[in-house]
């Protein structure tokens, strides 16, 4: 079968020079997803790891001041840590991202295909992809904001709590 019966059979295919340039501009998408995902899991990390250091200032309170106000605003920020936990394993918890290389099928798929055609398959994949990964690195963006926002309140919390045991007599 000849390229222009193929084409035929295939009639979604755009303009070649629109194709090269669509699929130039979205060939690396997955890895960039992919180094978003892993930057995303890494700040995760970090406004844990604060969280972490916050909770551990816990420990400048003035024992022998300690009273209700200090108590009940370190029993605050340590909810708040467990609910950080807890959005932590959200976040840092393993995501299945699609990559749209496909080798181990590319050449079953396309093997009696011209180029254009090829090339159409694997813009097709990456867009299908994109919308899945960027569904999944949202929902990590969203629960690194929540999780950053509960930092704030564990930090104001704990130095409340700090203040209020060496400021009350």
């Known amino acids: 079968m000849g390229y222009n019966e193929r084409v035929a059979k295939h009639p979604d295919v755009p303009n070649p020079a629109t194709l090269d340039l669509i699929f130039e501009h979205v060939k690396d998408a997955p890895e960039k997803q992919g180094q978003d995902l892993s930057d995303l ?11 972490s250091v916050i909770l551990g200032a816990g420990a400048l309170i003035d024992a022998k001041q300690v009273g209700s106000w200090p108590t009940l605003l370190l029993i605050v920020a340590l909810i708040v840590y467990i609910v950080m936990a807890i959005l932590s394993y959200l976040v840092l918890h393993t995501s299945e991202l ?9 050449w079953e798929d396309f093997k009696a295909d011209p180029p254009e055609v090829l090339k159409l398959g694997i813009v ?6 994109y919308a899945h990964n960027f569904k999944i690195i949202k929902r990590k963006a969203r629960l690194i904001d929540a999780a950053l926002f509960l930092t704030a309140i564990e ?7 700090v203040l209020s045991s060496r400021l009350v007599p």
């Open 41 to 51: 899991d890494a700040k995760a990390m970090e406004v844990f790891a604060g969280a």
């Open 98 to 106: 699609r990559g749209s290389r496909y080798a181990d099928t590319l």
């Open 124 to 129: 097709t994949k990456v867009a299908k992809d």
């Open 155 to 161: 930090a104001i919390s704990v130095a409340l709590a």
